[in-house]
């Protein structure tokens, strides 16, 4: 059996998604960009509860484990992670449903907290394929996605409520090479 639990790096720390984390994640997205191509909508208090309502039970059952991210510099919680669409049987899970505050956008933080998902993903419950989407419009997100070590293998037309998603991943073969590169680039002399 597969087990997810809090996962912790030098800046950020990766929380199982709870109730009581409505307020601060609330407070977090409290900036109209991150809407601007995050596909659920997180704009008052009552949406907010109902995100981590819907994830909660999605980690239920076992279709996903979300995460709360907190910023240990910052000392608050900027966003928002989870594995989706996770098959034991297939040995293969998605990294989605991310967003994060513009305070720690170009900062360390999404790169780390990508760093300690997939290295729990491939060394801790053995997947041989990791999965990264995202939509064509969003630039931003296909950069960073790009600079972790994905490989971009095409679009899905029309596979999410009417969008084209892009398709990335990372396999357990190329695993080694992708985190020594994310290491080097969490290097302290590497930015903050």
Known sequence: MLTFHELEGERVRLLPLEREHAAPLFQAADDPRIGMHYPS?????????????????????????????FDKELQAFVGSTRYLRIS??????????TWYSPLVWRTRVNTEAKYLL???????ISMNRVEIITTPDNVRSQRAIERLGAVKEGVLRKKYRGLDYIVYSILDSEWQEVKSMLEGYLDASAYK
């Open 41 to 69: 909508s997180i704009r008052n208090m009552e949406e907010t509860e109902a995100f981590i309502e819907k994830a909660i039970e999605g980690r239920k059952r076992g279709e996903q484990f979300p995460y709360a991210i």
């Open 88 to 97: 034991e049987e297939h040995r293969n899970l998605n990294i989605g449903s």
């Open 118 to 124: 997939l290295r729990h993903a491939f060394e801790a």
